[in-house]
C-alpha cells in the first residue's frame, strides 16, 4: 500500500472537521498527534477530559472519540484521500485510540462523501420538536447508516417509549441525589466565559425549561436555579431510538461513535433535529433495560432524539493548537 504524505494545512483541515463531534458535556475527549516520519495521524484519548464518575469505563468517552473518527473520514474522503484506520493498535498504551494512515483516492466513497456538509451543520438541540412524525422511509435510511458502522439503531413504539422515558426520569433523580455527579456536570456546564470559553456546554444551549410534555430532554441547569428562563412545552410522543452494539468492549464503543456521528450527519442533511440522552445509559441498571430484547442489540449505547424542530445554536470547540500536535 502507498501512503501519501499530507501537508500542515491539510492535517489542519481534517482535525479540524474532526473534532466539530459531539461528545458528553462537550468535553471534546480527544487530542490528534501527527507523526511525520510515518505521515500517521493518530486518534488519542485526553484523560484529563474524562468523567471519572458519571463514566468511569470511559465508555462514552469512546463514543465522542469514535464520532470525532467517523467525521475525519468524511472529511478525508471529501479532500480525494482515502483514509486506512487501524483500531486500538496498541494493548501497551491504552490511550491511543486510532491510527489513520492515507492513500490516494481510487474510487470515492460516495457516500461518505455526500455527509460532508452536515459536518458543520449537526447540532444537539435541546429546544422543542414539532412533534411531528419522522417518516417510515426516513427511519430505514436512518437504521441503514447505523448498519453500515456495524451497529443497530431500532425505533421504540409506544409502549417501549413510555418505559424509556420512566428510566430517564429515573436517571434524572439520582443525578439530582448524588452530588458527585452534580459537581462533575457542573465542571462542564458553565457560561462559556473565562477558561471554560471554548468548551463544555454554555448557557446559551441549554434550551428552555420544560414544563410541558414528555421528551427526554437534560435540564442542565441546577433545580435549585430560580432565576428567570424560558420555558416551553415539548413534544408528548417523542420519536426516540436506542443505537447499540452486539458487544460492549472499547473497540465496539468506538465503532458505536462512528454509527452514531453517520446517523446524525444522514439526520442533518434530511432536515432532522436531534438530541442525544446518555443518562440512563450511565447507569449500568438503568442501561440493561433500556436493551432491547427483540434486536441483535445486545448493548445499548445511545438514546437519540428525532425531529423537526428550531435551528440549534453551535456548542463551542478547542482550538486546534490545543487537539493537536506534531512530532
Known amino acids: 500500500m502507498f501512503t501519501q504524505t499530507i501537508d500542515t494545512s491539510t492535517v489542519e483541515f481534517l482535525v479540524d472537521r474532526a473534532t466539530a ?8 475527549p480527544w487530542q490528534f498527534r501527527f507523526i511525520r516520519s510515518r505521515g500517521t495521524l493518530q486518534l488519542r484519548m485526553d484523560p484529563a477530559r474524562a468523567m471519572p464518575v458519571a463514566d468511569l469505563a470511559h465508555r462514552a468517552l469512546h463514543l465522542g472519540c469514535g464520532a470525532a473518527l467517523f467525521n475525519l473520514r468524511v472529511a478525508t474522503t471529501h479532500a480525494g484521500l482515502a483514509p486506512h484506520i487501524e483500531l486500538l493498535p496498541d494493548a501497551a498504551d491504552p490511550e491511543l485510540l486510532a491510527d489513520i494512515t492515507f492513500t490516494p483516492q481510487s474510487a470515492a466513497d460516495d457516500r461518505l462523501a455526500a455527509l460532508y456538509p452536515a459536518v458543520a451543520l449537526r447540532r444537539t438541540s435541546r429546544e422543542p420538536f414539532t412533534g411531528g412524525s419522522v417518516p417510515e422511509a426516513l427511519r430505514d435510511v436512518l437504521a441503514g447508516a447505523a448498519v ?3 451497529a443497530r439503531l431500532a425505533f421504540l ?9 420512566a428510566l430517564v426520569q429515573e436517571a434524572g433523580d439520582w443525578v439530582a441525589a448524588d452530588p458527585e455527579v452534580q459537581a462533575e456536570t457542573e465542571r462542564w456546564t458553565r457560561s462559556g466565559t473565562g477558561d471554560r470559553q471554548h468548551e463544555g456546554i454554555p448557557a446559551y444551549a441549554f434550551g428552555p425549561r420544560r414544563y410541558g410534555g414528555r421528551a427526554p430532554v437534560r435540564d442542565f441547569v441546577p433545580r435549585s436555579d430560580t432565576g428567570e428562563r424560558r420555558r416551553a412545552v415539548f413534544e408528548q410522543h417523542p420519536c426516540l431510538a436506542v443505537l447499540g452494539t452486539r458487544r460492549d468492549r472499547p473497540v465496539d464503543w468506538l465503532d458505536a461513535g462512528q454509527a452514531l456521528e453517520r446517523v446524525l450527519l444522514e439526520a442533518t442533511l434530511d432536515g432532522l433535529s436531534t438530541s442525544l440522552d446518555s443518562q440512563a445509559l450511565e447507569w449500568p441498571e438503568l442501561r440493561w433495560a433500556v436493551r432491547d430484547p427483540l434486536t441483535a442489540m445486545g448493548h445499548a449505547q445511545m438514546l437519540i432524539r428525532f425531529g423537526y424542530g428550531p435551528e440549534a445554536p453551535a456548542t463551542p470547540r478547542r482550538p486546534l493548537r490545543d487537539v493537536l500536535e506534531y512530532v
Open 148 to 150: 453500515a458502522e456495524g
Open 157 to 165: 413504539g409506544d409502549w417501549q417509549v413510555h418505559s424509556v422515558l
Open 21 to 28: 463531534a459531539p461528545s458528553m458535556h462537550n468535553a471534546q
